[in-house]
């Protein structure tokens, strides 16, 4: 990305820590080309547009069967499964180039507004001792485990083995002591906070935070624990999710991961069904990082409708994913298209490509207004073997409207 990056994966992450935002670097002289690894901004002339669009009518004039698109689609489970088993954590590279695209996510240290712990009740970190604020506290032993969400198989069970519906839509304001209306079981008992692993009167996992962001399609929280580690904020709290348990598993290995600080969890966007660990109007940022290229097209729409549910009034989406005729969409070959523009990698996830228009059209009608939508087209350079790749991302920004009082 930056022109010392030394490692670029498919979505552009890198070795490289720090990177000044896109847009600053112009190839004026094509002579200068492998002067730097990468360029901004690279302008496509009508030949280069052509040759790009000649190359998908190529490779999407073949088709994948009905019953091998349904395989890729009913285990696309089994297949992130896969790659995150193959991976492990060494394929993407940490995101810290997210706070310079997306400086919203370094929010302000605030040591002013700790939650209050009331006698023996504390903060969901077992065994450990923290810092809030000026205050040293001694964190109770709890057991996350044995009451919280089931993340393996996408349930959510009390201790007696309930599936917990949803928690109440309606609240406003969970960052109050309580909510209104308790989460039910399916005898219509009510359930509290305890069935979630969290102590005391808290009715979710960080709700006694200030700011509350969401990673969809977190991975293996490359993203997440640069946000934990530039946020020292104990209001800031973050919850992640997965379509891959695997994936999950290894961010609560992570030595940075905490139960005080992150609640990571199995969760599939596009199952409407699945009841979230927040109720909606709660998450001041959601976060889609080269995810929503992975939902198939049909389903897209009723994901970011979900998604900007969960937000509070004034809420932000932030999303970068891939554009159309980038690079990887062109290297694919005949046979791994599953509809237009939307393809199937050789490990069997599967990924689209936007245009500015088609994300704006789904944001918009989620009800969200636009804040940014621009294509970083990109020209990166590989100086020892002497070749040129252009690169297209897309970077948006949709907030929820406030409330006219």
Same mark, same amino acid.
Not at 152 to 162: I, M, R, V
Not at 198 to 213: F, H, L, N, S, V
Not at 350 to 365: A, H, I, P, S
């Given at each position: 990305m930056s022109g010392e990056a030394v490692t670029t994966t498919d979505d552009g992450d890198t070795a490289q820590q720090k990177r000044p935002q896109?847009?600053?670097? !112009?190839?004026?002289?094509?002579?200068?080309?492998?002067? &730097?690894?990468?360029?901004?901004?690279?302008?496509?002339?009508? #030949?280069?547009?052509?040759?790009?669009?000649?190359?998908?009518?190529?490779?999407?004039?073949?088709?994948?069967?009905?019953?091998?698109?349904?395989?890729?689609?009913n285990e696309a489970d089994q297949f992130w499964n896969g790659f995150y088993s193959q991976h492990q954590n060494r394929f993407f590279k #940490?995101?810290?180039?997210?706070?310079?695209?997306?400086?919203?996510?370094?929010?302000?240290?605030?040591?002013?507004?700790?939650? *209050?712990?009331?006698?023996?009740?504390?903060?969901?970190?077992s065994g450990a001792a923290c810092q809030i604020g000026e205050a040293v506290r001694t964190i109770n032993q709890v057991s996350i485990g044995h009451n919280r969400c089931e993340d393996?198989?996408?349930?959510?069970?009390? *201790?007696?083995?309930?599936q917990i519906s949803q928690l109440d839509s309606t609240a406003t304001d969970p960052g109050q002591s309580a909510i209104d209306g308790l989460s039910k079981d399916e005898s219509g008992s009510e359930v509290r906070a305890e069935s979630f692993g969290?102590?005391?009167?808290?009715?979710?996992?960080?709700?006694?935070?200030?700011?509350?962001?969401l990673e969809v399609g977190c991975g293996v929280g490359n993203t997440v624990f640069p946000i934990l580690q530039t946020n020292n904020d104990p209001d800031v709290f973050v919850y992640c999710c997965d379509f891959s348990d695997v994936a999950?598993?290894?961010?609560?290995? &992570?030595?940075?991961?905490?139960?005080?600080?992150? &609640?990571?969890?199995?969760?599939?966007?596009?199952? *409407?069904?699945?009841?979230?660990?927040?109720?909606?109007?709660?998450?001041?940022?959601?976060?889609?990082? !080269?995810?929503?290229?992975?939902? &198939?097209?049909?389903?897209?729409?009723?994901?970011v409708n979900r998604l900007a549910r969960c937000l509070k009034p004034g809420g932000l989406i932030l999303l970068r994913d891939y554009g159309r005729y980038d690079m990887a969409q062109l290297r694919f070959k005949t046979g791994r298209c599953l509809s237009e523009h939307f393809y199937v990698r050789g490990d069997g996830t599967?990924?689209?490509? !936007?245009?500015? #228009?088609?994300?704006? #059209?789904? !944001?918009?009608?989620a009800g969200l207004e636009e804040e940014q939508n621009m294509v970083d087209r990109r020209l990166q350079v590989n100086r020892g073997r002497q070749l040129t790749m252009y690169r297209v991302w897309i970077q948006c920004k949709y907030r929820k409207p406030v409330a006219e009082s």
């Open positions: 896109f847009g600053t670097r !112009f190839l004026t002289n094509p002579e200068n080309v492998f002067q &730097h690894n990468a360029w901004d901004n690279v302008s496509w002339d009508d #030949d280069k547009l052509a040759e790009a669009q000649k190359k998908v009518e190529a490779n999407s004039s073949q088709v994948l069967e009905p019953d091998m698109q349904d395989k890729y689609e #940490d995101r810290h180039w997210l706070f310079t695209e997306f400086p919203e996510l370094a929010t302000s240290v605030n040591t002013q507004h700790a939650p *209050e712990v009331k006698g023996d009740q504390s903060l969901p970190e393996s198989n996408l349930e959510t069970k009390t *201790e007696h083995g309930a969290i102590p005391g009167d808290w009715e979710y996992p960080g709700q006694w935070a200030k700011t509350r962001m999950i598993n290894l961010v609560k290995e &992570h030595a940075d991961y905490t139960p005080r600080r992150c &609640h990571a969890f199995v969760f599939d966007i596009t199952d *409407e069904t699945t009841p979230l660990p927040f109720p909606d109007n709660s998450l001041d940022i959601v976060i889609l990082i !080269f995810v929503l290229s992975a939902v &198939h097209p049909d389903k897209m729409q009723s994901s599967r990924v689209y490509f !936007f245009t500015q #228009d088609e994300l704006r #059209d789904l !944001f918009t009608k």
